[in-house]
């Protein structure tokens, strides 16, 4: 978290009055965006959504889902101004952080086409453990396969 710190930025549990800015973040950065109605059943599934806040500006955000010993990611969207400056890595850093002691693994899906996100959870020890076809819709009715990735915490956080 010392990161963000660093930059200014804050981060904090998202509240159902962050679900109409998420909305507008997952519309910029994302093809196939959440709508506020899916924010908001998730944080009433129980999710564990984070915020990445520079001044009173949603800019990033992580929705986590968690069961047992695992987490998994659901969604993460970094405002499309804001990438490759770092914040995307340091959410992860930031939000693996937050997470309980007794969750060992981080799980995640990722389109095959996102090679940018990919390499990034690559360079973050994350390992890619199969596909899931046609996981994904595309456009003009297609379907796209997903990467299904994982990273053992009790190694990354030592």
Same mark, same amino acid.
């Given at each position: ?57 949603? +800019? ?12 998994? +990611?659901?969604? +993460? ?53 199969? +596909? ?27």
């Amino acid at each position: 978290m010392s990161e963000l710190k660093r930059t200014g930025l804050q981060l904090r549990a998202a509240t159902a009055r962050d679900c109409t800015p998420l909305a507008q973040l997952a519309a910029s950065a994302h093809s196939h965006p959440w709508s506020e109605a899916q924010y908001q059943q998730s944080l009433s599934a129980g999710h564990h959504c984070w915020v990445l806040l520079d001044g009173d500006k949603v +800019i990033a955000c992580c929705v986590v889902s968690r069961l047992f010993d695992e987490a998994e +990611i659901l969604d +993460i969207a970094v405002s499309p101004e804001r990438r490759r400056q770092g914040l995307a890595g340091a959410l992860l850093k930031a939000v693996s952080a937050e997470l309980p002691a007794e969750v060992e693994r981080l799980l995640l899906e990722v389109r095959v086409s996102n090679r940018p996100a990919r390499a990034l959870y690559h360079k973050w020890g994350f390992s890619e453990d199969g +596909i899931r076809k046609n996981y994904y819709p595309a456009g003009k009715g297609a379907r796209e396969d997903a990467v299904l990735m994982s990273l053992a915490l009790d190694d990354s956080q030592s």
